[in-house]
């Protein structure tokens, strides 16, 4: 099945939409079609532009569409929960073992707590989902009552994710209003993130670069 497919099955949205609901009841960002949408869109961007074959692009996309399910059971873990839904569901529409197993790697390991970027699917999966911070993603719309994640995603103006055209660097560029979180701030909660998508960007072949307010951090 091609990634427009998986988009338009039903069980795959209420997976998606009751996951993202579980998270709303904890208080995190927003985890719904918007960010798995947009997370689909830089993962194909980053292989894309770097050559990869269409099957891939095709694959990492799926990937980035049912990264999230897992939060489904438990926000612990989510990336191994996700991978064995995603394997139950792939297997049930009888997609080819080899793209089953694909799939199942980059969710399993997109997650910065367990996660380890063993393949270009996978590496372009966690620059994509890494890369994500932006005051769209935050539901708290009383800045009195922000916590720290909150406080950083809000920040948050702008947020790109650009290959240079020699294809030897990867920069993610946010524009952040310092009046609402420091960029101490965002080291604190996404330093691990960002070393993962440093790592990430070397499996790629890429050096990655962290640029804030146009001062280069990483």
């Known amino acids: 099945m091609r990634y427009e497919e998986i988009k338009q099955l039903p069980s795959i949205q209420t997976y998606i939409r009751e996951a993202d609901k579980a998270l709303r009841t904890l208080g995190f960002t927003e985890h719904s079609f918007p960010h798995v949408g947009r997370v689909a869109a830089r993962a194909k961007y980053v292989l894309e532009t770097l050559g990869h074959p269409e099957h891939d692009i095709e694959l990492v996309q799926i990937a980035a569409y049912l990264h999230d399910i897992g939060n489904l059971v438990n926000r612990i873990d989510h990336s191994q929960s996700g991978a064995v839904m995603a394997f139950q569901l792939l297997n049930g529409l009888k997609m080819d073992p080899q793209d089953i197993a694909t799939i199942v790697t980059a969710i399993g390991n997109h997650d910065e707590g367990t996660g380890t970027p063993v393949n270009h699917i996978v ?12 005051r769209s993603r935050v539901r708290n719309q009383d800045p009195t009552h922000f916590d720290i994640h909150d406080r950083v995603n809000h920040s948050v103006k702008e947020s790109a994710l650009k290959i240079n055209e020699a294809h030897t660097l990867i920069k993610l560029k946010l524009t952040v209003d310092t009046r609402h979180s420091s960029v101490m701030d965002y080291f604190e909660i996404f330093l691990n993130r960002m070393v993962m998508c440093r790592k990430a960007a070397e499996k790629l072949g890429l050096q990655f670069k962290l640029i804030i307010n146009e001062q280069q951090l990483m």
Request: glycine fraction near 0%; proline fraction near 0%; hydrophobic fraction near 60%.
């Open 123 to 134: 590496a372009a999966l966690i620059l994509a989902d890494k890369s994500d911070v932006h």
